[in-house]
Every structure is written in structure tokens, then in C-alpha cells.
């Protein structure tokens, strides 16, 4: 098992950064596979970047490729995810998630696929 604490959310203008980081408990971390979503006010969680458990795959939502970067530091069972040009639009709640490699293979963007769940953290991008 495993347990998820995000961090590094906050109020950013639009076209700025922000850095999110997740940190996983446990000896194991190197043996799951990596997401993040978001849930905006009224709408459904949505997947937005996931990644390999060694980091050699990644994939993301087609709305934030180009902008968004997944990473991990399995020595500091820590994800992240870098975002860039930030839009009004990325407002939401932000999750990670993880589910053991041997379920899904190298990623995956179904949220009903991952066990575990991080209680999220606000990103707001308002001028």
C-alpha cells in the first residue's frame, strides 16, 4: 500500500509556472506506475500526465502536451509535474495516483485503473 501527499499548488497569473510535487510513503515506489488529474468545479476528473515507474515512459493529455512535464525521483519516491503557460482553463484540483506496474504495464490515463489517491491541491491561474 501506499500513500500520496501533494504539494505545491497555489494562485498563479496566466502564462506563469508552477511546480507540483507528490511524495509516496513506502519502500516500493519504484514499482508503480505514475499519474496526475485534475477536477475542475462541475466537471469529471480528467487525466492529465502519467509515467513509468522507471521514467522512461510518459504520456499526457493532448490539452497540456507541450506545456505540462511529468518526472520522478524514485530515490525520493517523489513525482512532479512542471507546468508551464499556464491557462484560466487549468484551474482545478490536482491528484496523483498510482497503481502497481504489473496492473498496467508502463502507463495509463484510465483513472478507474489507479488504487491510490493523493487528497489533491488546489491550482489557480486568474489575473
Known amino acids: 500500500q501506499v500513500q500520496l501527499v501533494e504539494s505545491g499548488g497555489g494562485l498563479v497569473q496566466p502564462g506563469g509556472s508552477l511546480k507540483l510535487s507528490c511524495a509516496a510513503s513506502?519502500?516500493?515506489?519504484?514499482?508503480?506506475?505514475m499519474g496526475w488529474f485534475r477536477q475542475a468545479p462541475g466537471k469529471e476528473r480528467e487525466f492529465v500526465a502519467a509515467i513509468s515507474w522507471k521514467g522512461g515512459s510518459t504520456y499526457y493529455a493532448d490539452s497540456v502536451k507541450g506545456r505540462f512535464t511529468i518526472s520522478r525521483d524514485n530515490a525520493k519516491n517523489t513525482v512532479y509535474l512542471e507546468m508551464n503557460s499556464l491557462k484560466p482553463e487549468d484551474t482545478a484540483v490536482y491528484y496523483c495516483?498510482?497503481?502497481?506496474?504489473?496492473?498496467?504495464?508502463?502507463?495509463?490515463?484510465?483513472?478507474?485503473?489507479?488504487?491510490?489517491w493523493g487528497q489533491g491541491t488546489q491550482v489557480t491561474v486568474s489575473s
Open positions: 495516483a498510482a497503481v502497481l506496474r504489473t496492473k498496467v504495464g508502463y502507463t495509463t490515463t484510465q483513472k478507474s485503473q489507479y488504487d491510490y
Open positions: 513506502g519502500r516500493t515506489f519504484s514499482s508503480y506506475t
